[in-house]
């Protein structure tokens, strides 16, 4: 098995040293690039962000998962936050610095980099690292309609690979008219007893071939034209209160589970202007973990719309910590 650790001892760092690493998010990426990072005796200084109401807190959207069942190594399955909790132990153990702020700025301008947790119109930066490894991952975009952050993980999710299974044979709601919603309505059709598609238009946006698909599954309905303007339950989902926006009816869909699939985003802001990136702000990777500034790699969800996947995000986390090790060995040898 590939692993790192073959350099010379580092150094113990003090105060404004220039790092060999930092990683900027503390999801599953971030944190098993630290794992592997401080094994190789880098050092690494997390930076994990701080805890807020939404998706980009520390430990990711994991932290906003009750069980977690898919996660390889947990054959009775782990609450999110205890798996993360794990994570950040396991990089610990092995002398990953880990702090909880945000950061506010960054400069990949030029070596050393800067990276800023503080006030961010300081001229000098709080941080100089020669690597640095974006982990800050994406956010399910949601409704903010009352009751949903409350029944988040009590019956309201937004990913259906997650948590479908905890819905067999119970009639689920999901929201959305894009390819995400039919992709999870087709795949909780599999254990839910009926699947409504509750979308704020009459005309789709998903593709085509996904929608001949939902319409040929026999368990999924849609209703067109409708908002969710509550999401109903006090400790756990019972339903939703729909408005028909043409008629401005109001009624209630009786649901146990509710998935929102109303599309994500990257949390990239933070680099707008100093990295590539696709049309919908996710960062480009190439080459494994590279971005468009060498020394720079990214990993997890904020470079990948397609899987989502912890095990993913912690895979590719291990490949951007491979890769920094390769960077600066190769910056050392010049
Ligand atoms: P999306 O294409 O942006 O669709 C989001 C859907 O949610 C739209 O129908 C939108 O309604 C609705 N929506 C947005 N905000 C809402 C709100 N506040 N309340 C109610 N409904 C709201 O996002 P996505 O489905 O996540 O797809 C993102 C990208 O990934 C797309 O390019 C998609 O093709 C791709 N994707 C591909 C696959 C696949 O090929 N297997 C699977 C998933 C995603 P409107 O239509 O009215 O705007």
């Known amino acids: 098995m590939t692993d790192l650790g073959t350099r010379a001892a580092r150094p113990v760092l003090s105060a404004g040293d220039i790092r060999d690493v930092a990683v900027i998010g503390s999801g599953p990426a971030g944190l098993t690039a630290a794992v592997y990072l401080a094994r190789a005796d880098l050092h690494p200084l997390v930076i994990a962000g701080e805890p807020s109401s939404t998706s980009d807190q520390p430990g990711g959207q994991l932290m906003l998962t009750t069980e977690v069942e898919n996660f390889p190594g947990f054959p009775e399955g782990v609450l999110g936050p205890d798996l993360m909790e794990r994570f950040r132990v396991q990089a610990e153990r092995f002398g990953a610095e880990i702090v909880t702020a945000k950061v506010s700025r960054v400069d990949l301008g030029s070596q050393p980099f800067g990276v800023w947790t503080d006030d961010p119109g300081h001229a000098e930066p709080d941080h100089r690292v020669r690597s640095v490894i974006i982990a800050t991952g994406a956010r399910a975009l949601t409704l903010g309609v009352p009751g949903e952050a409350k029944l988040t993980g009590h019956g309201v999710s937004t990913c259906a690979t997650c948590d479908g299974f905890f819905f ?143 095990i993913t995000a912690a895979g590719s986390g291990c490949m951007a910590a491979l890769d920094v090790d390769r960077y600066l060995a190769a910056q050392e040898s010049r």
């Open 168 to 310: 067999r044979d119970q009639p689920i709601a999901v929201v959305g008219g894009g390819d995400s919603a039919l992709e999870e309505a087709t795949f909780l059709s599999r254990f839910a007893s009926s699947v409504v598609v509750v979308h704020r238009r009459r005309q789709l946006r998903a593709s085509k071939i996904m929608q001949g698909r939902a319409f040929a599954d026999p368990k999924i309905s849609f209703v067109y034209d409708a908002v969710v303007t509550e999401i109903l339950g006090d400790d756990k989902l019972t339903g939703l209160r729909l408005v028909d926006i043409v008629t401005g009816e109001a009624r209630e869909l009786a649901v146990g589970g509710c998935f929102i699939a109303i599309g994500h985003a990257p949390n990239t802001d933070l680099f707008a202007g100093q990295l590539k990136m696709d049309g919908a702000g996710y960062i480009r990777t190439l080459d494994g973990s590279s971005t468009s500034v060498a020394g720079v790699f990214a990993c997890g969800d904020v470079q990948d719309h397609v899987y989502r996947q912890a």
